[in-house]
């Protein structure tokens, strides 16, 4: 499956952003789909993901209560709405899938497939 990217850009503290991720390829609904960033000098680290039946989704403290991870198998897309950006928000977004059932939905390692990152920068 090929994953493409959208909707970065420059926002101030506490604006929103609305990033999405188109798949091609494969059947996207066999998918669990996943959000991760990484910020400058850091690590890749997970934000958010959802499972292929969309009833289950799941944050990373950090961003709980501020994003909503949501997907629409019609249109093979999944989205990530982001709300009251914080400067240490500021990362490139990466969308990602995997096909294998897994708990481990954080790992980064446990997916197979990665778009090409988005990049959101959030100004004090």
Request: net charge positive; hydrophobic share 30%.
């Amino acid at each position: 499956v090929q994953l493409q990217a959208s909707g970065g850009g420059l926002v101030q503290a506490g604006g929103s952003l609305r990033l999405s991720c188109a798949a091609s390829g494969r059947t996207f609904s066999n998918y669990d789909m996943g959000w991760f960033r990484q910020a400058p000098g850091k690590e890749l680290e997970f934000g958010a993901a959802i499972y292929r039946g969309g009833g289950n989704t799941y944050y990373a403290e950090s961003v709980k209560g501020r994003f909503t991870i949501s997907r629409d198998n019609a249109k093979n897309t999944v989205y990530l709405q982001m709300n009251d950006l914080k400067p240490e928000d500021t990362a490139v977004y990466y969308c990602a899938a995997r096909t294998r059932y897994s708990d481990n939905y954080y790992r980064p390692s446990d997916y197979d497939y990665w778009g090409q990152g988005t990049l959101v920068t959030v100004s004090s």
